[in-house]
């Protein structure tokens, strides 16, 4: 019972390069979000996904890609890494339609721009 | 929009004491609360949650009542043990999206 896996969980990187951090759960929940966490801001939503094919924008979408072909990956790319993008990152997901609002959450990726 | 304030931290506690954690919200209509907790290392695990007004969310020894009136949602502990050294963060989600907007976060320390 994998649940959310993320990956990679630490990721160094250097400024303009693209980067790619994945999420996989294997639940077949049909929500799938991406959160950053940064000190004095608690977790704030970058995209979020109802199902595959769609997704939207969060608070903070600026500089994020997402795509979702298959229900249990929600990769998020960073087109061009900025060092304002150094954080802490989290994939949740969650089928409210049986599981009453819960959202489970991935171990997060700590990503590094240099 | 929706919003959460939570008690600034750090809070360091001993070994059986009391805590108390501050939360405060603003939404319109009637929001699901939520405390989650966050272990060194880890992602972020439900603790509780409470779904409408007088409500009592409780697990592992902690508690938090939705009270309408005040707009809160604090969680309490009676006696922490070392192992409830956490962060901890108060979340809402309103009844019209599936979005959650968190709380700043509180780090806990519990000493031995």
């Known amino acids: 019972d994998a649940g959310i896996t993320q990956s990679p969980r630490y990721k160094i990187t250097e400024t303009g390069r693209q980067v790619t951090l994945m999420c996989h759960q294997t639940?077949?929940?049909?929500?799938m979000f991406w959160y950053r966490q940064d000190l004095g801001h608690g977790l704030r939503l970058i995209y979020y996904s109802a199902a595959a094919d769609i997704t939207d924008k969060g608070e903070v979408p600026d500089g994020y890609v997402v795509s979702r072909s298959k229900t249990e990956n929600f990769p998020l790319t960073l087109e061009s890494a900025t060092r304002s993008q150094t954080s802490v990152y989290f994939c949740a997901s969650s089928d409210y339609g049986s599981d009453q609002e819960t959202q489970y959450f991935g171990p997060g990726t700590r990503l590094l721009v240099l | 929009g929706n919003s959460v304030t939570q008690m600034e931290g750090p809070v360091t506690l001993s070994e059986e004491a009391f805590l108390t954690i501050n939360c405060t919200y603003t939404?319109?209509?009637?929001?699901?609360l939520f405390w989650y907790v966050q272990y060194p290392g880890e992602g972020l695990q439900l603790l509780l949650k409470?779904?409408?007004?007088?409500d009592k969310g409780s697990n592992k020894g902690f508690e938090a009542t939705y009270r309408k009136e005040t707009t809160s949602f604090h969680l309490e502990k009676g006696s922490v043990q070392v192992s409830d050294s956490a962060v901890y963060f108060c979340?809402?989600?309103?009844?019209?999206?599936?979005?959650?907007?968190f709380g700043a976060g509180t780090t806990v320390t519990v000493r031995a």
């Open positions: 939404a319109t209509g009637y929001p699901s």
């Open positions: 639940w077949s929940h049909s929500y």
């Open positions: 409470a779904t409408k007004a007088d």
């Open positions: 979340a809402l989600k309103s009844r019209v999206d599936y979005k959650l907007s």
